[in-house]
């Protein structure tokens, strides 16, 4: 195994820079206990990028001691409004860094520069931005009981926080998670996803110049099975925060029993988009579509259920088709005029083209797409299938990629049982011009988001997470500081009398 904790990468639209690729514990990087590396890939062309080392059980063990160590030391004495100021430094360095970041997750992802710059990085310089001027107002209360008594309230730190974020959205996940958490005076310990573990590990630069005390951040490479499975199970770590599909949702759930951790679990979706006949059409198609096709399909809010009313089922089915075809623009993800890039991996392709012939084999009608696109990287037309029911696979499970399933509903009840017939119920959304209407639904449908006449809008003040088989707790918004603090009761007698 190579001993090289750096390397000189030059990514796809010409800027070099240097990437780590050891261990980030206690503030440095390091080479893991047992060799290991795992590859990664650039699935815009199928090929190697570099190769990142692999944690261990024991590197977990020494990245919680790490964490431990800081908590009740340094970082723990250190005051809310310090602790405050590193994030906004923490803030303005992934700003200053924004292209470069974005860069690295479009290479390493797939997703188009444009996208990751826009949207990924301007949420995560906002979050941390916004948890910064969060920590030093995280306060208690004061409860009178008698004259001679009184009690307060403290909203304290869990502790150390074991964080394993998605492949969807590397830095945006990292900074949904890292922020709050920080803000909270809690240490963390990350572990990536194993596909995209390179932004990630820039980040550790940043952490350190920056300025935090050692052991506060520390990230680690691996594989879920062995690193991800070590951290949920650690007996010295307080929460589990996990972002992922709803089957390894529940292995963390599991995992974290062992001495029953705080946990915040984010998982899987398959979400409706109810469009009532009085919406306005266009509109309902570009925003239907946007809701699906976003990020290649592989986002955990998508609208990927589109419920018609009747009526208008024809006309909106055309008009559906006819924008999939005429945005398909896949291809290079630093071009800028590329649409859609490649799916984040091989496995990741192959599944959705089985979820695809398992659709044609049900019946449902594949109006459009349905094929690999190029031979060379990981790219599927998007694809939009017709006259599907609640019975087919390809309705019931989840895909994660751009495949849409398009559905006739009757009236309000029936969208209702339509929408609501999942085991998921991360978010929804309505289109209607009647906003009674909208509202009505809104209360009745079962999950943790709903969009009235937009899809999978998102921002950094407003609580994200889901209902049923779509996660357990909240993040972003002052929602997120509960899911990272514990609540300690004070009694005080001032008599000091029975």
């Not at 780590?20 to 650039?42: H, K, R, T, W, Y």
């Not at 925060?241 to 899987?268: D, H, P, Q, W």
């Not at 999939?324 to 290079?332: F, N, V």
Request: hydrophobic fraction near 40%; charged fraction near 20%.
């Amino acid at each position: 195994m190579s001993s090289t904790l750096f390397q000189n990468l030059l990514l796809p639209n010409g800027v070099a820079y240097e990437q780590p690729l050891g261990l980030f514990i206690d503030n440095v990087f390091v080479l893991p206990a047992e060799p290991s590396l795992i590859p990664v890939e650039n699935p815009a062309t199928g090929k190697d990028i570099i190769s990142v080392h692999a944690a261990s059980g024991i590197d977990v063990n020494k990245a919680v001691a790490a964490a431990r160590q800081a908590f009740r030391g340094e970082w723990r004495s250190l005051s809310a409004t310090d602790r405050g100021s590193l994030l906004f430094k923490l803030a303005n360095l992934i700003h200053r860094d924004q292209k470069l970041i974005a860069a690295i997750d479009s290479m390493d992802n797939g997703k188009t520069y444009n996208e990751a710059l826009t949207i990924d990085l301007d949420e995560a310089y906002n979050v941390f931005k916004y948890y910064a001027g969060w920590a030093d107002k995280i306060y208690g209360r004061t409860i009178e009981i008698a004259p001679s008594k009184l009690a307060y309230t403290l909203q304290e730190p869990l502790g150390v926080c074991g964080q394993i974020i998605p492949w969807n959205y590397p830095f945006m996940m990292l900074a949904w998670k890292v922020a709050p958490a920080l803000a909270c005076g809690n240490t963390v310990v990350l572990k990536s996803a194993e596909q995209t573990p390179l932004s990630a590990l820039y980040f550790g630069k940043l952490v350190q110049e920056a300025g935090f005390p050692k052991g506060v951040v520390n990230i680690i490479s691996g594989l879920g099975s062995i690193a991800g499975s070590a951290l949920a199970m650690h007996m010295d770590v307080d929460k589990i925060a996990f972002t992922g599909s709803t089957a390894t949702g529940r292995l963390i759930m599991k995992a974290a029993t062992s001495n029953l951790k705080n946990i915040t679990l984010e998982c899987g979706g398959k979400s409706p988009s109810i469009v009532f006949e009085d919406a306005k059409l266009e509109q309902a198609v570009k925003w239907s579509h946007a809701g699906i096709m976003g990020n290649q399909g592989q986002v955990c809010t998508s609208t990927s259920r589109i419920y018609v009313q009747e009526s208008i089922y024809d006309k909106f089915v055309e008009l559906f088709v006819k924008l999939t075809q005429e945005s398909a623009k896949l291809g290079d993800p630093f071009a800028g005029e590329t649409i859609q890039g490649p799916q984040v991996s091989a496995a990741q392709l192959d599944k959705i083209l089985q979820y695809i012939e398992e659709g044609k084999r049900e019946g449902a009608h594949l109006a459009t797409g349905g094929v690999r696109h190029s031979s060379e990287g990981y790219f599927i037309e998007p694809t939009v299938f017709t006259n599907t029911h609640e019975e087919m696979k390809i309705v019931k499970e989840e895909i994660f990629g751009p495949v849409v399933t398009i559905s006739k509903f009757s009236d309000a009840a029936d969208a209702l049982k339509k929408a609501n017939d999942t085991s998921y119920g991360l978010a929804a959304a309505i289109f209607t011009s009647d906003i009674e209407n909208g509202l009505a639904i809104a209360s009745k449908v079962e999950a943790g988001m709903v969009w009235i006449n937009s899809s999978n809008d998102s921002h950094f003040g407003i609580p994200f997470g889901g209902y049923k088989s779509s996660g357990i707790g909240r993040e972003l918004g002052p929602y997120a500081l509960d899911a990272y603090t514990q609540t300690k009761a004070v009694h005080v007698n001032l008599g000091n009398t029975l």
